[in-house]
């Protein structure tokens, strides 16, 4: 029997036409979400920041205002000295734990491992930071009699503002390095065993293993995890925001630039210098996710 042609006009597409609506079928509702959350919120943004309150261009004048404001430098600083502290947590002790976690991936411990590291990010941010509101007061914590061993009898002791950036990192690390580890796990797992087979018939170990062959092949993640939370970090709000109110102000509501910009426009009612101070940290964070992928190299084929 021979195969018989569709008739000319029957109606019937190429199979390749439908293939190739797929992809922007599956893109097409993160694209509207990413332009009405994304796209024109920064566009907002920055029209607010070059004018003032009636609409006229103003220039570089709501930057120089906010910048010239008594708490900013400050924030700076403090906002700094946590991302500093965050992402070399974030490096250290995510990469260690994923290659420990991938050596005892076997058998029940790493199952276990696994579910106990990402059950703190079930946890929104701010329910989070209750907790340990919770935990770090001594007075109701359970582990009040290792609070005291350090010295810290009440809570402001333990809040004391040289304290915050470690409390911080301490805060985000439980709630956000858990998935982290997953992610790296996963990608140990992509290693191909006959790479690492080889590096064991020339000897090495499980140190030598790890720093010569696994840690340079997790290059791409661990860039692209420094990336996301640098611009999360820069973010910080919600920490310092309710520790504030939990602390009756000792932490102050200024402590980080995102509670400065929050200050800027629902205290100070100046949303131009509030748009102005989120329009740096967008274009900080944006120069820092470049210069990251321009040196690591990120986008070149392995």
Known sequence: ????????????????????????????????????????????????AFTDGGGSFTGFANFVTTAQDFRFVDAIGHVALYLLFWLLSLVVFVVGLALLLHRVSSGWAGQALRFLYYIPGALAG?????VWL????????????????????T?????????????????AFWTGAGGWIVVMYGALNNIPTDVLEAARIDGAGAWQTAWHVQIPMLRKWIVYMVILAFAGGAQLFVEPQLLSLASVGVA???????????????????????????????????????IFIARSRFFDAD
């Open 1 to 48: 029997m021979t195969a018989t042609a569709a008739p000319a006009g029957s109606g019937r597409r190429p199979r390749g036409t439908a293939r190739s609506w797929a992809g922007p079928a599956f893109v097409a509702g993160y694209v509207l979400l990413l332009l009405a959350f994304g796209v024109l919120p920064i566009g907002y943004a920055i029209y607010f």
């Open 126 to 130: 701010a329910a989070s930071v209750l």
């Open 134 to 153: 919770f935990m770090l007061d001594p007075t109701v914590s359970p582990v009040s009699s290792m609070l005291g061993s350090l010295g810290f009898h």
């Open 155 to 171: 809570f402001g002791q333990v809040i004391a503002p040289g304290n915050l950036p470690v409390l911080f990192t301490v805060i």
């Open 252 to 290: 102050g509501r200024d402590y980080s630039l995102n509670q400065l910009t929050y200050d800027f426009a629902f205290q100070m009612n100046d949303i131009n210098g509030a748009a102005a101070v989120s329009l740096e940290l967008l274009v900080v964070s944006v120069s820092v996710a470049g």
